[in-house]
T-cell receptor, first 111, second 113 residues
Framework: QKEVEQNSGPLSVPEGAIASLNCTYSDRGSQSFFWYRQYSGKSPELIMF????GDKEDGRFTAQLNKASQYVSLLIRDSQPSDSATYLCAVYTGGGNKLTFGTGTQLKVEL | DAGVTQSPTHLIKTRGQQVTLRCSPK?????VSWYQQALGQGPQFIFQYYEEEERQRGNFPDRFSGHQFPNYSSELNVNALLLGDSALYLC????????????FGDGTRLSIL
């Protein structure tokens, strides 16, 4: 079992719709969870982080965490073509300083 | 507010050579982590430096080594380069260790011929 798993996609949504990106992790001791956006040929950009169970909202983005189910999700409301990118889920694992990434989900927002 | 800066942006080497990549952390950050990202994959953790010491290491051979300087900048050294070392090398900085958000530089694209 991979430490952090994501569906590779591509996930296609129409402009203006809600995009839902999901991530599961295996280390029950993980405390910190991050979402990065990576455009093709660019480096990852931090867009959200969440530490507690529940929802955290920032503009059009909402991160959701369920530690009991070991599940993290990212919702993007009113999706725009500029949101088309790969979204990486990252989790601190092993009780230390190692940030482990999933393989990323490619999101395509279609006009 | 200066972000994370990496140099060089691109590098071409041949098998067996050695390479040094450099990173300056975001202003106010004192911790530097290095990652390798192959095409179509997520970044893979190489190691983290804090207080000029390697704090944690991922599953990379000893050919990969690093250093952190008193001004918090860092270097990644790779010896005896292999074709499989071709990748995007990313540096990320954070404030302190453990559970902190990490901010990435633009990366160094390393190609091995």
């Amino acid at each position: 079992q991979k430490e952090v798993e994501q569906n590779s996609g591509p996930l296609s949504v129409p402009e203006g719709a809600i995009a839902s990106l999901n991530c599961t992790y295996s280390d029950r001791g993980s405390q910190s969870f991050f979402w990065y956006r990576q455009y093709s040929g660019k480096s990852p950009e931090l867009i959200m982080f969440i530490y507690s169970n529940g929802d955290k909202e920032d503009g059009r983005f909402t991160a959701q965490l369920n530690k009991a189910s070991q599940y993290v999700s990212l919702l993007i409301r009113d999706s725009q073509p500029s949101d088309s990118a790969t979204y990486l889920c990252a989790v601190y694992t092993g009780g230390g300083n190692k940030l482990t990434f999933g393989t990323g989900t490619q999101l395509k927002v279609e006009l | 507010d200066a972000g994370v800066t990496q140099s060089p942006t691109h590098l071409i080497k041949t098998r067996g050579q050695q390479v040094t990549l450099r990173c300056s952390p975001k202003s106010g950050h004192d911790t530097v982590s290095w990652y390798q990202q192959a095409l179509g994959q997520g970044p893979q953790f190489i190691f983290q430096y804090y207080e000029e010491e390697e704090r944690q290491r991922g599953n990379f051979p000893d050919r990969f080594s690093g250093h952190q300087f008193p001004n918090y900048s860092s270097e990644l050294n790779v010896n005896a380069l292999l074709l499989g070392d071709s990748a995007l090398y990313l540096c990320a900085s954070s404030l302190g260790t453990g559970n902190q958000p990490q901010h990435f530089g633009d990366g160094t694209r390393l190609s091995i011929l």
